[in-house]
């Protein structure tokens, strides 16, 4: 199994943390993640998005969205509820993530801290706020709860971890989260995670 | 079942349409998608995004964001393929959608259709131009396919089609994607289709 990968996105490190945790071992091909050339040349036959992650089998079939890689590497693992409602649980906080929390937080990260061309700072702010809303969002839902769904470590924890935990690099005071600095230590101390810049094992 | 709807939003309209096509009934229960006021109020106890769709399920569990609410209640369907990877590809197209679609597309359309007080005009155009690369991703995909995922009718073509058919409400000029618009066509022929307007069933 190959992976199209960049060790700056946060996207990519959901896929590294999931395979770490299946204890599985693939083939990182590392992409740029700022000059951005080439990328239709790169990838066009296998995303049609023309983003990374994009995991490739052996037998040559592309799977492309971070959240749909991961959500088919934990099939039927201990990262994946099999009950049908926590299933959708899952992907509840899956699709809250790429719709409210990645366009806001990882974005802000990646103008403030690898774009070479930022837009001005009142578009920066606006998407701060958006992305505090999000942290909101997650807080009142961690105020009662160990993991997102079902109080059990899932690949929902492993999404929401990727840009969170980092979240601080774009500018988010997360002291103003108490339940998401208790769940970040939390999802860092289960057996098998891996640190986003962590080298991938041989 | 219970649906907190909006006969305005595409977001909502999958649902229905999923439902339609699965012979289930639901009872609605309108929200205004332009007055957003007593939206914690109403929902914030079923949705920590406080958006609709939320579904509410007879035993009061409650479940939101479009996609995974499709998810759910295509499970085990014909609407939903069995084989592990062709459910991932699924989910790779609907998180396209979320991500790259619907911001853009659906955005596009409120602002221009709905909103009270949309953006400056070169904001709509930079939106506008986004959704225009969604939609060539589409076609590209399409120019080969009948369906986009497992050469079948799935959850994958409700997602989508739900803010593509109405696109033209965004300023979107569907004349240039023809393999969308031979898509477009064969989703409304479906059996069991249901237009966005349509009134429930009794």
Same mark, same amino acid.
């Given at each position: 199994v190959l992976l199209y990968d960049s060790r700056a996105s946060g996207?990519?490190?959901k896929v590294r943390l999931a395979l770490a945790h299946l204890r599985l071992v693939c083939e990182l091909h590392e992409v740029d993640v700022v000059d951005r050339s080439g990328r239709a040349e790169l990838l066009g036959h296998l995303n049609p998005a023309l983003r990374v992650p994009v995991l490739v089998l052996d037998d040559g079939r592309a799977l492309a969205e971070s959240n749909a890689i991961i959500s088919y590497l934990a099939d039927g693992s201990h990262l994946a509820?099999?009950?049908p409602f926590a299933r959708?649980?899952?992907?509840?906080?899956?699709?809250?993530?790429?719709y409210s929390h990645e366009p806001n937080i990882a974005v802000v990260i990646f103008w403030v801290a690898y774009a070479t061309d930022p837009p001005p700072h009142a578009e920066i702010e606006a998407r701060r706020a958006l992305g505090h809303v999000a942290l909101e969002a997650i807080e009142r839902h961690l105020s009662s709860r160990s993991f997102l769904v079902a109080e059990k470590f899932t690949i929902a924890d492993i999404? @929401?971890?990727a840009y969170t935990h980092c979240a601080q690099r774009?500018?988010? &005071?997360?002291?103003r989260y108490p339940a998401i600095g208790r769940w @970040?230590?939390?999802i860092a101390a289960q057996e098998g995670?891996?640190?986003? &810049?962590a080298?991938?094992?041989?």
């Amino acid at each position: 199994v190959l992976l199209y990968d960049s060790r700056a996105s946060g996207n990519c490190y959901k896929v590294r943390l999931a395979l770490a945790h299946l204890r599985l071992v693939c083939e990182l091909h590392e992409v740029d993640v700022v000059d951005r050339s080439g990328r239709a040349e790169l990838l066009g036959h296998l995303n049609p998005a023309l983003r990374v992650p994009v995991l490739v089998l052996d037998d040559g079939r592309a799977l492309a969205e971070s959240n749909a890689i991961i959500s088919y590497l934990a099939d039927g693992s201990h990262l994946a509820p099999s009950e049908p409602f926590a299933r959708a649980q899952v992907l509840q906080w899956l699709f809250f993530e790429q719709y409210s929390h990645e366009p806001n937080i990882a974005v802000v990260i990646f103008w403030v801290a690898y774009a070479t061309d930022p837009p001005p700072h009142a578009e920066i702010e606006a998407r701060r706020a958006l992305g505090h809303v999000a942290l909101e969002a997650i807080e009142r839902h961690l105020s009662s709860r160990s993991f997102l769904v079902a109080e059990k470590f899932t690949i929902a924890d492993i999404a @929401l971890y990727a840009y969170t935990h980092c979240a601080q690099r774009g500018g988010f &005071d997360l002291d103003r989260y108490p339940a998401i600095g208790r769940w @970040l230590q939390r999802i860092a101390a289960q057996e098998g995670h891996v640190p986003m &810049d962590a080298p991938q094992p041989k």
